[in-house]
């Protein structure tokens, strides 16, 4: 029996699916360990906004709806130039870099800065390595 390599027209969904998953488990995960270790994720906006709690649901959606937005920016960038893996790598770790902006901008606890950090760079770790691939 013989089988044949996958398209990269069935490859890709199902990859850029499983990269959006992952990032979305990574999270989740991230988010249990805070609450095993009682890292209480509550943030405070000093510009006299009520403090907010990071909440699983929370932090699943926003994952999602952002890994979802990397994956249709490669896509478009797919169909606009040769170059989609170079210039989405670069777009992503410019968007991790900035996404560490609003951790300074809040008042925090230290544990609940480094577990919402660390979301960030594990969010970053799955996605930018399966998306930047030349056939992602």
């Given at each position: 029996?013989?089988?044949?390599?996958?398209?990269?027209?069935?490859?890709?969904?199902?990859?850029?699916?499983?990269?959006?998953?992952?990032?979305?488990?990574?999270?989740?995960?991230?988010?249990?360990?805070?609450?095993?270790?009682?890292?209480?994720?509550?943030?405070?906006?000093?510009?006299g906004?009520?403090?907010?709690?990071?909440?699983?649901?929370?932090?699943?959606?926003?994952t999602?709806?952002?890994?979802?937005?990397?994956?249709?920016?490669?896509?478009?960038?797919?169909?606009?130039?040769?170059?989609?893996?170079?210039?989405?790598?670069?777009?992503?770790?410019?968007?991790?870099?900035?996404?560490?902006?609003?951790?300074?901008?809040?008042?925090?606890?230290?544990?609940?800065?480094?577990?919402?950090?660390?979301?960030?760079?594990?969010?970053?770790?799955?996605?930018?390595?399966?998306f930047?691939?030349?056939?992602?």
């Amino acid at each position: 029996m013989t089988t044949t390599p996958a398209s990269p027209a069935t490859t890709r969904p199902r990859t850029g699916a499983l990269a959006v998953g992952g990032a979305v488990l990574a999270t989740a995960l991230l988010w249990a360990v805070a609450q095993l270790l009682g890292v209480d994720l509550r943030v405070d906006p000093r510009n006299g906004q009520p403090p907010g709690v990071i909440s699983l649901p929370f932090a699943a959606v926003l994952t999602l709806a952002l890994s979802l937005l990397g994956w249709g920016t490669r896509a478009l960038l797919d169909r606009l130039t040769r170059r989609a893996p170079v210039i989405w790598t670069v777009i992503a770790v410019l968007v991790l870099l900035v996404s560490f902006l609003p951790l300074f901008a809040v008042e925090a606890t230290g544990g609940t800065k480094a577990i919402l950090a660390l979301m960030h760079l594990a969010v970053g770790a799955v996605l930018i390595p399966v998306f930047g691939r030349r056939t992602a």
